[in-house]
């Protein structure tokens, strides 16, 4: 594994290191369509304040989009990376 994909798989699994965001990221990528904000404070039990923060953090890397929908924020997760994960703790493990 060259030095670029181990730093790209250390910030995934760093991102994914907090409970919170696992919760959020698992409600948003089981949802059958876009997600506000609300209904994410909602299901995980959250501040507003506190999951909008962590939809930041998982924004920046690529596992959920947000997009403005007039006052309120839609959240759809990245399918590519859900996908994605599988093959990098494969590739951590060295298994095909």
């Known amino acids: 594994m060259d030095e670029q994909t181990a730093d790209e798989i250390a910030q995934w699994f760093q991102c994914l290191s907090d409970g919170t ?6 409600f948003v990528s089981n949802a059958p369509a876009p997600v506000t904000v609300g209904e ?12 909008s923060r962590h939809l930041q ?33 494969s590739a951590i493990m060295g298994t095909p």
Not at 21 to 26: G, M, Q
Not at 40 to 51: E, W
């Open 57 to 89: 953090i998982l924004a920046v890397d690529r596992f959920v989009f947000l997009e403005l929908d007039g006052v309120r924020t839609l959240v759809t997760a990245n399918e590519k990376c859900m996908t994605a994960l599988p093959d990098a703790a």
């Open 21 to 26: 965001r696992i919760r959020i990221l698992n």
């Open 40 to 51: 994410i404070v909602d299901a995980v039990g959250k501040s507003q304040s506190t999951v």
